[in-house]
Every structure is written in C-alpha cells, then in structure tokens.
C-alpha cells in the first residue's frame, strides 16, 4: 500500500491493513489517529514507539491468532495477507520429520510452562536458530520470557508494516 493511499483510506480499510501486521486494536487505533503521515519514516517511528505501549493482555491477545512456529499451515482464522506473512516469515524453516519433530516437543513444553506459544521472529532463521532459541527461552521465568515475547511481536509487526507501506 502507498502511503498516500494509506494516509486517504478509510478507518477500517486502514485498520485492516494494519491488523495484517499485528492483532493489537490500540496500535492500529493510536496509527490512525495520527494520519495523514509525511513519511513511510514517519509512520514506521510511530508505530515502533506504540509498540512500547502495548500490555501484556494485548500481546497475549495477539498470541491467539498468531500461528505455531514450524506450523507450515497457518491458522485457518488468519487471513491471506496474515498467511503470506506467516510463510514468508518461516521460509527457512525446514520440514523433515525430526525438526518437526522437535518443534512441536519444543512448542508443547513451552505452551505448558508458559501458557501461550513460543512467538520468535522467524525471519532470516533457520530451523536449527529457532531450535535453540526455544531450548534457551525455556528457561527463563515467565516475567522475562512475557518482555521477550512483547519485543519480538513489536519486531514482526514493524517488520510486516515497512514490507507493505511503500513511500
């Protein structure tokens, strides 16, 4: 989307657009309070500074509709734009038996101690990145691990949102 066509579209045509790149209503309601933008810049710095606004009841709302990682089949919930990102996101992740393996075991005893799913920028990392990444964070306690999981949301969410607006 351009900027302008973003900056001029309708409140929920922009809400939708950017419910593509996170799940969160006040992030997408303080963006659209803050049209028109100057700048795709501009826009990308607002929305990483709503981020550091977001509470955790927010993020675990999010949670509910993000897909597994390894889940090469994103939620039927989420929509084509939501779905592409997930694929692109988890391109290099591999699909052999074993890693798949591991990811649900992984996922699994994440979800028991922490009670939602391991959320990790995928972008860029391989199956054996996020393989590790999953064994360390399960170690850590639930307030560490809720900072990490609200950092890594606000990642893939600016990510996602400087893919799709273009100046």
């Known amino acids: 989307m351009q900027l302008n066509e973003f900056n001029l579209s309708s409140k929920d045509d922009a809400q ?10 006040s992030w ?8 028109p933008f ?17 509470t955790w009841p927010e ?16 939620q039927a919930e989420l929509n084509k734009t939501e779905q592409a990102f997930s694929d692109r996101e988890q391109a290099t992740i591999t699909v052999n038996q074993e890693t798949q393996d591991a990811l649900l075991k992984g996922n699994n005893d994440y979800e028991k101690k922490f009670g939602y799913i391991f959320l990790i920028k995928a972008a860029g990392l391989n199956s054996q990145d996020v393989l590790q990444a999953l064994k360390y964070r399960l170690l850590n306690d639930k307030e560490t691990e809720q900072r990490i999981v609200k950092q890594q949301l606000g990642e893939i969410a600016l990510l996602r949102l400087s893919q799709e607006i273009q100046a």
């Open 59 to 74: 993020v675990a709302d999010a949670l509910a509709n993000h897909p597994r990682i390894g889940e090469k089949k994103a």
């Open 28 to 35: 997408a309601e303080e963006l659209l309070a803050q049209r």
């Open 16 to 25: 939708k657009f950017l419910k593509n790149c996170v799940q969160i209503e």
């Open 38 to 54: 100057d700048s795709a810049e501009a826009l990308m710095a607002a929305a990483k500074q709503q981020v550091g606004t977001w």
